[in-house]
C-alpha cells in the first residue's frame, strides 16, 4: 500500500507524475505544486518513507518504475508527464526508459545518471548518508546551507519553513532508498531516451554539482538544459520560477522545445 496524492487539475495535456527526493514525503513538494498553473498532479511516498509503509524485502529502481506503472493503472491514467527531482531523477529515468510508451514528457531536476556522476564534496555526502537532518531541527538548521546550497544559506526562516512539511517515517526506509541507488546507473542507455526531456540544475547545488545537468542534457537525444540561480531544492526555494519553466515545457508543442 501506498501513500498517494493527486491534485486534480486540467485535462488538456496529461497529469504530471512526480517522484521525489531521499527521505523526502508528499508534503515536502507543495511549495512547488501551489506555483504550478493548474495541472494534475500524482506524487507518492516511496515505500518505507512518508506515510508509505516499509516493504519487507530491498527493491531496486526498475522495481520501483513498475509499482508506478501499476498505480497508474489503479488511478485511470494511461499517459503522464514525469518529473523526478534528486534521488527521484534516477526513479524518473528509469520509468522513462522502461514504460516509454506511457511517459510523454521528462524533466529531471537537480539529478545525475547514477552511480556513475560526478559527486558533491565528500562532506556534503557524508552528512546525507544518515536521515539525521530529518529528525533533529537544530541538526537541520546548522547544516541545510552547506548540504542545500542556494536561497538555504543564511536563511534559518526558510529551513524552520521547510521542517514543518518533514514526515518522517523510519530510518529503515531511508536506507532502502539508499541501497536502491547503489550502482545504478544510467548511462548505457540514456541515448535510448525517447522523451523530449527538460534537464534543470542549480548554479549551486552542493550534492549534485551542476555538471551533471551537463552530462545528462548531452546524453538525451532530445533535450535542454536550464539553470536556476540556486541550490538543491530549487523546486522549492525558487518555486514559481521553476514551475513556470516546467509548464512551458509540458505545454509548449514537440519541435518546439
Not at 510523454?104 to 539529478?111: E, G, K, N, S, Y
Not at 530510518?171 to 532502502?176: A, E, N, P, R
Not at 534543470?200 to 549534485?208: K, R
Request: proline fraction near 7%; charged fraction near 20%; glycine fraction near 10%.
Amino acid at each position: 500500500m501506498l501513500r498517494v496524492g493527486v491534485r486534480r487539475g486540467e485535462k488538456a495535456r496529461p497529469p504530471l507524475l512526480l517522484f521525489n527526493g531521499i527521505g523526502a514525503n508528499i508534503e515536502l513538494v507543495e511549495p512547488f505544486l501551489d506555483a504550478l498553473d493548474g495541472a494534475e498532479a500524482i506524487v507518492f511516498d516511496v515505500p518505507g518513507v512518508g506515510g508509505s509503509p516499509a516493504p519487507w524485502r530491498p527493491y531496486r529502481p526498475w522495481t520501483l518504475a513498475r509499482m508506478s506503472a501499476r498505480l497508474l493503472d489503479r488511478l485511470g491514467y494511461e499517459r503522464v508527464d514525469v518529473l523526478g527531482v534528486s534521488w527521484g531523477g534516477a526513479l524518473a529515468q528509469q520509468f522513462a526508459f522502461q514504460q516509454a510508451n506511457r511517459c510523454r514528457r521528462l524533466v529531471l531536476a537537480a539529478t545525475s545518471p547514477g552511480h556513475l556522476m560526478v559527486p558533491g564534496r565528500l562532506t556534503v555526502l557524508l552528512k546525507m548518508a544518515t536521515p539525521r537532518r530529518y529528525k533533529d531541527p537544530d541538526y537541520m538548521q546548522s547544516i541545510a546551507g552547506d548540504i542545500y546550497g542556494g536561497a538555504f544559506r543564511g536563511s534559518p526562516a526558510l529551513v524552520r519553513k521547510h521542517l514543518r512539511h518533514v514526515r518522517w517515517s523510519s530510518d529503515y526506509g531511508y536506507y532502502l532508498q539508499l541501497a536502491a541507488g547503489f550502482g545504478w546507473s544510467s548511462l548505457p542507455w540514456l541515448r535510448f531516451l525517447q522523451q523530449p526531456t527538460l534537464v534543470m540544475a542549480g548554479t549551486d547545488d552542493p550534492i549534485v554539482p551542476v555538471a551533471n545537468g551537463h552530462i545528462l542534457a548531452k546524453l538525451i537525444p532530445d533535450s535542454r538544459l536550464v539553470t536556476i540561480d540556486d541550490g538543491h531544492l530549487f523546486l522549492v526555494t525558487s518555486a514559481e520560477e521553476s514551475a513556470r519553466l516546467i509548464s512551458e515545457f509540458l505545454s509548449c508543442p514537440r519541435g518546439a522545445t
